[in-house]
């Protein structure tokens, strides 16, 4: 047996078993919409195969681009490689994976109930909360999940390090509480450069690719990794439903997971060195980074390879502060999403958690950065000369009130 590959070798190497075999180096991208068809009978098979979950057989079709695409399932293979998995699937975004994973494990009668772990994405905590999906959503906290667990209950759903506050939710511990009840783990902030939730007990784990995965600002996705007969239930969701990632995206992204494992190490770096500049800062009241309390509970330890490149900051000017700020910096675009090579600032309680119920929502005192590869001295420059923008360290009166209506 030779030793398992090191993740940086996996980034690089990772779905690429064919290429040798069709004389090609780099990755083909195919955008046929359909496919030649051997005969009647094995297209015929060739279809019930993949629509029901399945990949497409040997001496079959991919018979139609919904079903089956191969560059999409290059980059699924790499991606579950990555995470430890058996397979991955991959969606036309994240909130379309998170969709597919609820679906697919909600839709069977007698399994109507999610049991949820705030906080959460703003998007994921709207989906699970408008009964869209015709599930009914249990939040609770970490420590609660056992108790919320019914018959009915088809999911847990939980997101660590939790968007926007950075909060670690310890993954092996909520595995043990759900009992057979499977988890996903939404991985988007840790990557699998720093997090495998698959290897700590998780059903799945998944992304919105649109973040680090794609890295570069330019292409929306999902991807959930998990065991093969969980892909096969997934699969056959995305084939009914339509959520695909179209080829291009999915050529994108498996390019950029060549550079993943670099990008985070060094965003991580600059995170860090952020950290360390904003806790000595008067306007910042407080510093949400993992491990920044001192791990108490070791959840960081135990999960983690690192503590990763996104920073959610209270500033002591409450609102108004935080508004001068994301319209002070130069550098740091005000923009929502996160992962990128470019560093952005974003208020979540105003824009990507807006539709979190109140009682859930961030303080409108907090701001978001994703750090990104500008050089850190420039980056902390930026911050310098925005703070600066606010004329001192404590808030005027007028400041504080202002924070206080807006909650
Ligand atoms: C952005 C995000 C999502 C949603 O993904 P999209 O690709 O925007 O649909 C889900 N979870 C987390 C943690 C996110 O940051």
């Excluded at 056959?236 to 080829?247: E, F, I, M, N």
């Excluded at 508004?323 to 740091?332: D, P, S």
Aim: proline fraction near 7%; hydrophobic fraction near 45%; glycine fraction near 10%.
């Amino acid at each position: 047996m030779t030793a398992p590959l090191h993740p940086d070798t996996v980034a690089v190497r990772g779905g690429r078993a064919d290429l040798e075999g069709m004389g090609v180096h780099a990755l083909p991208i195919d955008l046929s919409t359909t496919n030649p068809l051997p005969d009647i009978e094995r297209g015929g098979e060739s279809y019930e195969a993949m629509a029901t979950g399945g990949r497409p057989p040997a001496d079959g079709s991919m018979v139609y681009a919904r079903l089956w695409n191969p560059t999409v399932a290059r980059f699924e293979d790499a991606l579950a490689e990555l995470e430890h998995a058996e397979a991955a699937v991959a969606f036309s975004s994240g909130m379309a994976a998170m969709t597919a994973v609820i679906l697919a494990h909600t839709s069977a009668v007698g399994r109507r109930h999610v049991v949820a772990v705030r906080p959460l994405y703003g998007g994921t905590d709207h989906l699970l909360g408008s009964g869209l999906l015709g599930a009914e959503t249990t939040y609770c906290q970490p420590d609660e999940v056992a108790s919320r667990i019914r018959p009915d209950t088809g999911v847990v759903v939980v997101e660590t390090p939790a968007n926007p506050t950075l909060e670690l939710a310890d993954i092996r511990a909520i595995v043990a509480q759900a009992g057979s009840v499977p988890v996903v783990v939404d991985n988007t902030f840790a990557t699998p450069v720093l997090q495998n939730p698959i290897d700590l007990g998780a059903t799945m784990s998944l992304h919105s690719a649109t973040k680090y995965l794609g890295g570069h600002g330019d292409v929306i996705a999902g991807v959930v990794a998990c065991s093969e007969s969980t892909a096969e239930a997934l699969r056959r969701v995305r084939a009914v439903t339509g959520g695909l990632l179209h080829p291009l995206g999915a050529y994108l992204l498996h390019r950029g997971l060549t550079t993943l494992p670099v990008r985070v190490r060094q965003q991580q770096e600059n995170a860090r060195r952020i950290v360390q500049w904003l806790i000595d800062r008067p306007e910042v009241a407080e510093v949400f980074y993992p491990g920044l309390d001192g791990d108490p509970r070791g959840i960081l330890g135990r999960q983690m390879r690192g503590t990763g490149a996104m920073i959610a900051m209270r500033m002591r000017g409450g609102y108004t502060a935080a508004a001068t700020v994301t319209g002070a910096t130069a550098l740091f675009t005000h923009a929502v999403s996160l992962g990128g090579v470019d560093s952005l600032i974003q208020h979540p309680a105003a824009l990507t958690h807006r539709p979190v119920p109140p009682e859930a929502r961030p303080a409108a005192d907090v701001l978001r950065l994703s750090i990104g590869l500008e050089n850190v001295d420039d980056l902390i420059a930026d911050l310098a000369r925005a703070f600066a923008d606010l004329g001192g360290a404590d808030a005027p009166a007028s400041e504080r009130a202002a924070m206080s209506e807006a909650g």
